[in-house]
């Protein structure tokens, strides 16, 4: 062996793990890092963004994309609390990260040095491990640990702190071997108790979500959904496990959900859980079932032990991946689906009225946008969207074909659409990309437009601009109608603001001409930004401003 600098050790440990992307912001405390980047060019690409929120939701894109850790190389201090938002949003998505940030040298620790943060102690509560590298010949070590704990279990996120001193020193430390999904398999014993419970059952319902899933679990899900006429809901934001054209597909649980849903909800007498942890949202604010002990019998199937029980009490508790199970229980014999079938096929009526198109104020109509998008775009195209009210026109409208294909944030985080959308055309630059934003959404990062235009990532950046923070805005009119404070936004002109960053720039301000603007965004070949004027008042799907803030004042 030839002694190596830690900075080198960094880097041939990322490419034993597979990695092929690091995103960040560089940093004068991790130069040796970036010395060992710039020999490895074309096999690791360093993605320069403009900030470190950008890069870590850049990170958690690719992890949530290809089921292995997304890696963030930040700097200290300033870097890695600008971070923080992206280790948080990977945290509660289950999305396996890595996160890498300089820290002072181990001269300095503990005086408070200059940007000098205690990981262990900021990142504790939030990430799956938080650790400080001292010793240089143990970094194989630590990286090869970090990827192993980002993807066993619930996946989340790794925060690795790397002091100066310890990158810049030598070790002939090896190399390791390549970090694998560390995998759980359901008890037979426990697999034949869940069909033995559905296939007493008069009303099941099977709701699917989390992480840990990949192309064959999806397939064996629909195969068995088919096979056994089982209607599937996905949880908030993973509409992408199922797809939404197919006729059991019942819809999406979460906010905004089909009142009809939600009580198929209530009504089933067995709730096959897979994957999805019962979050507040997913539960609508743990109603949906009612905890502890649900009145439906629960089978929840979860890859992460500690979330079995945590708030639910099931029925049947199996700790296993999505695929291992369902490969396990659709090895059994068939499910007596005479018994609900007439009532399995009701979702597709259910769903087709719950899309069904509703009047909106103004000259621009996300309902027809929207529709349209759904019936242009190919299967395989990406929709990266952040947090807001523009979102539930995406999620309500627009039916996921395949796994991959949605990236949104489970956490309810805002910023997220545009740098995920970014990291999904670097990784996928043969796929259409489309980020939906809001105005305010927007905002949060709009300045990784600029990384964008650098890597040549022609997303398609979508604004729905109707001047205020809309989600505040109707929470506010319902609870204090006519008392509207600090929602309001004054916002540039998003075009012009495009084509001053060299990506293309529209402005949409009636319905028809949203088509025709997305079709040159596409023909353009580069980063393309439609700014879609919407009106104040078609600020919910369902209600206009004035009539919420109607229903609310009586």
């Not at 995103?23 to 060019?41: C, K, N, R, T, W």
């Not at 039916?399 to 959308?421: C, E, I, N």
């Not at 604004?463 to 109608?481: A, I, K």
Request: proline fraction near 7%; aromatic fraction near 8%.
């Amino acid at each position: 062996m030839t002694a190596r600098t830690g900075g080198s050790l960094v880097v041939a440990s990322l490419l034993a793990h597979g990695t092929t992307h690091v995103y960040g912001v560089p940093g004068e405390s991790f130069l040796a890092i970036l010395d060992a980047l710039h020999d490895v060019a074309g096999r690791i690409a360093f993605v320069v963004c403009r900030q470190e929120g950008g890069a870590a939701y850049m990170a958690e894109a690719h992890g949530k994309l290809t089921g292995r850790p997304g890696v963030a190389l930040v700097t200290r201090g300033p870097g890695a609390t600008n971070a923080a938002i992206g280790v948080h949003t990977a945290a509660q998505d289950s999305t396996p990260m890595v996160v890498l940030v300089g820290q002072v040298g181990t001269d300095a620790l503990d005086r408070e040095a200059f940007q000098e943060i205690d990981y262990r102690r900021m990142y504790g509560s939030v990430a799956k491990w938080v650790a400080q590298v001292d010793r240089v010949e143990r970094i194989p070590e630590y990286l090869s640990r970090a990827f192993v704990t980002a993807m066993s279990g619930r996946p989340g996120p790794v925060v690795l702190a790397l002091p100066e001193d310890v990158l810049s020193a030598t070790a002939d430390a090896p190399d390791l071997p390549r970090a694998f999904h560390v995998n759980a398999a359901p008890a037979s014993a426990d697999v034949a108790a869940a069909h033995d419970l559905l296939a007493g059952a008069s009303r099941p319902l099977v709701l699917v979500g989390g992480s840990r899933w990949d192309p064959d679990a999806c397939a064996t899900l629909r195969a068995y959904a088919e096979r056994n006429d089982l209607p599937v809901a996905c949880a908030f934001r993973r509409q992408d496990l199922f797809d939404n054209r197919h006729p059991l597909y019942a819809g999406d649980v979460g906010i905004g959900i089909n009142p009809k849903l939600a009580q198929r909800v209530r009504d089933a007498d067995v709730l096959l859980v897979v994957g999805e942890r019962l979050g507040e949202i997913v539960t609508a604010g743990y109603t949906l079932p009612a905890p502890p002990l649900p009145p439906q019998a629960l089978v929840h199937v979860h890859p992460g032990v500690e979330e079995l029980g945590r708030v639910y009490r099931p029925r049947i508790a199996i700790c296993a991946t999505p695929g291992a199970f369902l490969e396990a229980l659709a090895a059994l014999p068939p499910l007596p689906a005479q018994r609900w079938r007439d009532a399995a096929r009701t979702v597709r009526d259910d769903l087709a009225a719950w899309r069904a198109p509703r009047p909106v104020p103004g000259d621009v109509d996300l309902w027809q946008a929207v529709r349209w998008l759904d019936e242009r775009l190919p299967d395989d195209a990406v929709i990266a969207n952040g947090a807001g009210n523009y979102a539930t026109w995406i999620h309500r409208l627009f039916r996921y074909r395949r796994l991959g294909t949605q990236l949104a944030p489970y956490s309810g985080s805002m910023g997220y659409g545009v740098p995920a959308a970014i990291a999904a055309k670097l990784l996928h630059p043969d796929r259409i990309v489309v980020s939906w934003n809001g105005d305010g959404c927007f905002l949060m990062n709009g300045q990784e437009l600029a990384t964008a235009v650098q890597y040549r990532a022609a997303v398609v950046f979508v604004v729905v601009d109707n001047g205020m923070y809309g989600t505040v805005r109707m929470h506010q009119e319902r609870s204090y109608p006519g008392r509207a404070y600090g929602s309001d936004l004054v916002n540039p002109d998003f075009a012009a603001l495009a084509r001053a960053y060299g990506a293309q720039g529209e402005t949409v301000v009636r319905s028809g001409e949203f088509a025709p603007a997305f079709e040159r965004a596409l023909a353009a070949g580069r980063p393309s930004l439609l700014h879609v004027k919407l009106d104040p008042q078609a600020l919910t799907m369902n209600a206009s401003l004035d009539a919420i803030r109607a229903a609310a004042s009586k």
